[in-house]
């Protein structure tokens, strides 16, 4: 087979020098426009797991580059004054110089040809290539050529970076973060050869430009570096290889994808393929580096596949076809984490710098891909994590025993205003569809003292509603009579007496949504009743379906009735002993139709701009927290994101908390969609959660995270890094009323307070999962 590498990068040199020494007879060239000792950059990072991949492969050129590894296992954080170090997370580094030094001498070893000092302008300067491939780097020649065909999509990301080098050695992997007048730079630090360290330098656009940088030469920007760094530096001077780069040395991040990786391209011999490779074909940000691993695994993966099929020319198509399916896969899921932690840094000096202490900065730091969880943490440094779950434990009013078990964060104690939850975790409202004129009865006190005894810190009962005609079914409850207050009274005080679980009352109106089956009847949730509808109400005359019930305006008379309702539900559930009253603004129900712009037409003063459309919820919430016991706590859900084009978005749900905020309320609990049938949720694991965490630092409220939360460790990690001071469950809760107790059992803590009934199967239920952790 005759192959042509387009670039001489990672990827092309590995593919080449693989695809050599699998099967000596092909003619392989990799042409490179650069000196063979010309390269920008300067280390790189990659894992023991791709060096192994590598020896199976090639065990001379793993050899030769695991010789000249730096390897190191801790990361240290340069933060406010303060230095904190976690260990166990195991990093090599490497020159990209020695390391394309290594691959250029075993390519010349085996026979590879090297062509430098040489530009190709496309493949049809060999058009007798059985294969060509574009390993030409992120700027990719070939994918633009073939842009039809590959269908890239590239993002250019806000941040500025530079990417330098110092002669000062880093024992650990090192983040320094630094504040100016303009805002937070940061440096990503580490060790990659006896003497040199990487030292990359980021920053968003504004602050850059703030402090002139898009003027600046690479020789000015390395001074206004050494000087903002000189305390980490020490005197140590910051160097720069990229001086031949055209244009500012400060480059924004792009990432690829491209729909299509490989194509037909005929040549002389009408077989021809053309095969995109490493960055050509992916990029990874460098918040976890991995574009060097993604360019060799590429390789090693396209020779492997050759090498099964005995490197027949008839094949290519399909060896290249079974290429893509297999790296799209295992690039996606790096992409994804990638994106995760670049958008961490991107936001950090905005949203975290300044609120976060430097213990629950670093743990947010450390989980910024979202792929490293609380029990992982423990795993790679067990003294770390335990010290920091003292210090999470002392901060949220626990005392510490040093020398007892630590609390994970999951299990300790959130007060507001005056109550105290024993733990983080709530089980979230679900609508039963069993009462029966709005009276709570057996199935209800079941349901919810069940999951009372099992664990929650705090149960919620499902949307309660303020009249009749405010249900969203007929089967869902209500609180606007003295029987429903006193069932609810009777599961209040079951909850009171049997657990230390406090209890709260979410109270909503249907809206444009009642007068609807459950879910299981009839034709469906959200479908108008077989019979005995009753008319709607809503912001607006728009059905939520295209062919549902058209709900009449609201004048003043039906505002100040609905507000007189929720008025009187408030003082029926303080007489029920309620601990908490959630107030339902989201999901699409009559409040949250209000603060839409989708669902919210109105030409008066309660519509139009979302100052407008938050008008009658605000006098609401203030009605309602002036009926409710001043030492009680008030939370307000909302969809924090319509998923609709022209919906609301996570930029408005922190301008409707901080309105909310503004009117007394004491958390948000931060939900998203159901506002309209067009919604095009991006469902996943705790997808919400990033709402949550915005409401949080940038209105500066407390927040509840709910959606997909499904283990302890995605509470402990989303507690722990401040993104939620409490998470919701919803569907969990249902198959498990003892969610929390099982939870707490599976990670191994033992200081959950069961039931006294049911004491003896603590015990049994912890030693059934220690033997499972330990097996
Ligand atoms: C600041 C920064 C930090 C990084 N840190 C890391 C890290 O820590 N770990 C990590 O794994 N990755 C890191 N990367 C990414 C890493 O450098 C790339 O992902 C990796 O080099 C990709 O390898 P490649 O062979 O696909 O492309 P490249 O290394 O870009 O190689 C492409 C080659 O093709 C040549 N070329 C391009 N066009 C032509 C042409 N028309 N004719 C001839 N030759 C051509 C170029 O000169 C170049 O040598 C970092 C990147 C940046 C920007
Ligand atoms: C059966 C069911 C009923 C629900 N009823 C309500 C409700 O009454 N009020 C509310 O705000 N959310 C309601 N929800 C939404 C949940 O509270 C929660 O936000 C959602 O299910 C996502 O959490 P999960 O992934 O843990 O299930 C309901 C969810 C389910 C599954």
Redesign the pocket.
Known sequence: MKIVCIGGGPAGLAFGLLMKQAHPAHDITVVERNRPYDTFGWGVVFSDATLENLRAADHETADAIEASFAHWDDIELQFKGRTIRSGGHGFVGIGRKKLLNILQARCEALGVKLVFETEAEDESAWPDADLVVASDGIHSRLRTKHAGVFQPQIVTRPNRYIWLGTKKRYEPFTFVFEKTEHGWFQAHVYQFDAETSTYIVECPETVWRAHGLDSASTEESIAFCERLFARDLAGAKLLSNARHQRGSAWLNFQQVKCRQWWLKTGGTSGHQHLVLMGDAVHTAHFAIGSGTKLALEDAIELARLFGRRGHDVADIGEVLAEYQRLRAVEVLRLQNAAWNAMEWFEICGERYCDTLEPEQFMYSLLTRSQRIGHENLRLRDRGWLEGFERWFAARSGLTVDTAAQPVPPMFTPFSLRGTTLPNRVVV????QYRCVDGVPGEFHLVHLGARALGGAGLVMT??TCPSADARITPGCPGLWNEAQRDAWARIVAFVHAESPAKIGV?LGHAGPKGSTNAPWQHTGADRPLAEGNWPLIAPSARPYLPDGAVPRAMDRADMDRVRDDFVRSTRLAAEAGFDWLEL?C??GYLLSAFISPLTNHRDDACGGPLENRLRYPLEMFAAVRAAWPADKPMSV?ISAHDWVEGGITPADAVAIARAFKAVGADLIDC?SGQVSAEQQPVYGRMYQTPFADRVRHEAGIATMA????TEADHVNSIVSAGRADLC?????H?AHPAWTLQEAARIGYTGTEWPRPYLSGKPQMEALFQRARSS
């Open positions: 979230s409202p679900m609508a499902e949307m979410q339902h989201a999901h859900r939900s709910v959606g997909a939360i919701a469950i919803a569907r969990p249902l």
